[in-house]
T-cell receptor, first 114, second 112 residues
Framework: GAGVSQSPSNKVTEKGKDVELRCDPI?????LYWYRQSLGQGLEFLIYFQGNSAPDKSGLPSDRFSAERTGGSVSTLTIQRTQQEDSAVYLCASVGGVNTGELFFGEGSRLTVL | SQQGEEDPQALSIQEGENATMNCSYK?????LQWYRQNSGRGLVHLIL?????REKHSGRLRVTLDTSKKSSSLLITASRAADTASYFC????????????FGQGTELSVKP
């Protein structure tokens, strides 16, 4: 597609349930990021995929969070046993190459855990 | 602690005035980028400045980088009400494979 696509745009779930958030990056982009943004806050780095290298998972807040990127394209962020503090906007971004540097963001998935 | 910290956290100005936002960072970087965010959703890239550059312009935007002070500034000249948004700096950490870390942002309000 023309831009980074994220789904769902909004998700309301009950505490303890698992959720999956999907990101379709721009075709051909080699790198993909996930960030989390709480209301009125900055972006918290979660995970970074670059080509075929092992992902940088250093930002994942707990082992309830995991992410995968299949075929070097679509990525899924999974949150198991959701907690109320997981409520936030989850943003995905892709990058065309190491030398370009510019991130293209999706519109985010707003997660609300009741 | 955050790699990038913006200052001020919030800025309110009148249309036509200039807006200056500052960003400080802690470790060596490959490049520094500025992004804009409306309504808490997707961010839009504004400008990228590399570690060997000192100043860059794009339209009404002027970015400076001082690596000795580990700081950058974003100047928006002749501001417009449509410039109202949150502005974030982001740094690509040196030798960490392109990982991009964002600051907390400056919330700019431009009053007509």
């Amino acid at each position: 597609g023309a831009g980074v696509s994220q789904s769902p745009s909004n998700k309301v779930t009950e505490k303890g349930k698992d959720v999956e958030l999907r990101c379709d990056p721009i075709s051909g982009h080699t790198a993909l990021y996930w960030y989390r943004q709480s209301l009125g806050q900055g972006l918290e780095f979660l995970i970074y995929f670059q080509g075929n290298s092992a992902p940088d998972k250093s930002g994942l807040p707990s082992d309830r969070f995991s992410a995968e990127r299949t075929g070097g394209s679509v990525s899924t962020l999974t949150i198991q046993r959701t907690q109320q503090e997981d409520s936030a906007v989850y943003l995905c971004a892709s990058v065309g190459g190491v030398n370009t540097g510019e991130l293209f963001f999706g519109e985010g998935s707003r997660l609300t855990v009741l | 602690s955050q790699q990038g910290e913006e200052d001020p956290q919030a800025l309110s100005i009148q249309e036509g005035e200039n807006a200056t936002m500052n960003c400080s960072y802690k470790t060596s970087i490959n490049n520094l980028q500025w992004y804009r965010q409306n309504s808490g959703r997707g961010l839009v890239h504004l400008i990228l400045i590399r570690s060997n550059e000192r100043e860059k312009h794009s339209g009404r935007l002027r970015v400076t980088l001082d690596t000795s002070k580990k700081s950058s500034s974003l100047l928006i000249t002749a501001s417009r009400a449509a410039d109202t948004a949150s502005y974030f700096c982001a740094t690509v950490l040196y030798n960490q494979g392109g990982k991009l870390i964002f600051g907390q942002g400056t919330e700019l309000s431009v009053k007509p």
